[in-house]
């Protein structure tokens, strides 16, 4: 004979109290017995609870012991005293399985009603809100704005009220952008507001402060967030993506697409201008794109295209575009060197390479120099050649005009003396006969 769950199961009681403390979690309350006179441990004995009333926050859930088949009531969220210090719930039981048929589907299931009493417990000191809301408008100036948002305070979880005894400061200000009070909490915005910053995300800047409180020889700290809303500006406006396009002599036409930091009124979509040009006119555009088209065949170069780019709100700037025209070779692909795209020249591997070889030559040089013999010696031997000196000539005095210099000193010549020079005459003679004319002697 097969088991049926033709029985209907019953609690030990129809009124249960519990007692939870505040601030915990996954807390067991109360266990509830129930008996049912079906098979034990099958699906049509043991027990199923249902929180009809009174756990409209989803604070509570009931689990079963398999064993005992008792019913646990479980506190899954923490509960709050100063909110509310009794919960009444009222629960129904039935059966894991479904009844049988032989049980009226509307028969009269007794209900539980189960009190349960919320204790205060000793609590620090918390910011509310925990997350305060404030907003700032961009600022389309570089100048600094300063804006008091007012005072954020951490208050007593108990009595509601902030403590003369609280320190307040920043915990996390990646923009800097805040300053606030350590006595009063009171919080300034001092900065430039930028939507378009690195530390603004989906237009909301996050920041997080510290109240530190000392109360009754008991020190502690509660951490408040503070949301910023920055409020856009037109303060950009619309840029070409590529300001040095690149075309194929042999396109029909060139897509360029623009974009704008800024958000809706204030960024796209985009209206786009030719202004007067014979050489280009606007083909089709969308939102943030436009289609730029030839008209006259181009020659491979560099043509300046001025072109007015407007965002939604109609603010915008004339825009001259460097596009670039280059032979693809019968392709559509543009492949043209970019080299007046960049700031930075550079050499290429060649060139670096034939730069060092003429740097080795040079080393080189002087090398060859220390080893090299000039000219060569006699017999074969090596050396430089020592130049002969030559002897110096003498030449004579000739050509004298005159008869030189006179002697207007008149000497005493004795008898002796004039014998003396006769003999001395007639040797300058034969001496000049030898040597030749022209060699004056004079008198000792």
Not at 280 to 303: C, H, N, Q, V, Y
Not at 364 to 383: M, T
Request: overall charge negative; some cysteine.
């Amino acid at each position: 004979i097969l088991d049926v769950n033709d029985n209907i199961p019953s609690a030990e009681q129809l009124e249960y109290t519990a007692k939870v403390k505040e601030n915990v979690r996954d807390f067991e309350a109360l266990r509830i017995k129930v008996t049912d006179k079906d098979l034990e441990f099958s699906d049509n004995w043991l027990a199923h609870f249902d929180i009809v009333e009174g756990n409209e926050d989803n604070q509570f859930r009931f689990e079963v012991d398999n064993r005992t088949n008792e019913g646990i009531l479980i506190v899954q969220k923490e509960l709050d005293y100063e909110q509310m210090d009794l919960v009444n719930l009222i629960v129904r039981i039935s059966n894991k399985a479904p009844f049988h048929s032989s049980v009226p589907q509307d028969y009269n299931a007794k209900l539980i009603r189960i009190k349960v009493s919320v204790l205060d417990e000793v609590e620090g000191f918390l910011f509310k809100p925990s997350k305060w809301l404030v907003s700032v408008r961009e600022s389309t100036t570089s100048k600094t704005v300063r804006q008091v948002f007012g005072r954020y305070h951490a208050v007593s979880a108990d009595t509601g009220k902030p403590s003369k005894m609280t320190k307040y400061a920043k915990d996390s200000d990646e923009a800097n952008w805040l300053v606030i009070n350590p006595e009063t909490g009171e919080v300034t915005f001092v900065g430039v507001p930028d939507r378009e910053s690195k530390y603004v995300i989906n237009g909301t800047y996050t920041a997080t402060v510290l109240a530190i409180t000392d109360e009754r020889n008991q020190v502690s700290t509660s951490t408040g967030t503070i949301v910023l809303s920055v409020q856009d500006a037109n303060d950009n406006f619309p840029k070409f993506e590529n300001s040095h396009p690149c075309l194929c002599s042999n396109s029909k036409s060139l897509n360029l697409t623009a974009f704008d930091p800024d958000g809706h009124p204030y960024g796209a979509p985009f209206s786009f201008k030719v202004n007067s040009n014979k050489k280009w006119k606007l083909g089709r555009t969308d939102a943030t794109s436009m289609e730029l088209i030839p008209l006259i065949d181009l020659w491979p170069g560099t043509f300046t295209v001025p072109i007015s780019v407007k965002d939604y709100d109609g603010n915008g700037h004339l825009e001259n575009l460097n596009v670039r025209v280059t032979d693809c070779h019968d392709t559509t692909m543009c492949s043209a060197e970019k080299l007046f795209q960049s700031n930075n020249a550079f050499l290429g591997g060649g060139a670096i390479g034939l730069m060092i070889l003429a740097l080795l030559l040079l080393l080189l040089v002087p090398l060859l120099l220390l080893l090299c013999y000039c000219g060569g010696g006699i017999g074969g031997k090596g050396g430089f050649l020592a130049i002969p000196v030559e002897p110096k000539g003498s030449l004579g005095n000739g050509n004298f005009e005159g008869g030189g210099r006179v002697d207007t000193v008149v000497p005493l010549i004795t008898p002796a003396d004039h014998l003396g020079m006769g003999r001395k005459a007639e040797a300058i003679a034969r001496r000049g006969a030898m040597v030749g004319s022209g060699v004056m002697v004079g008198s000792g």
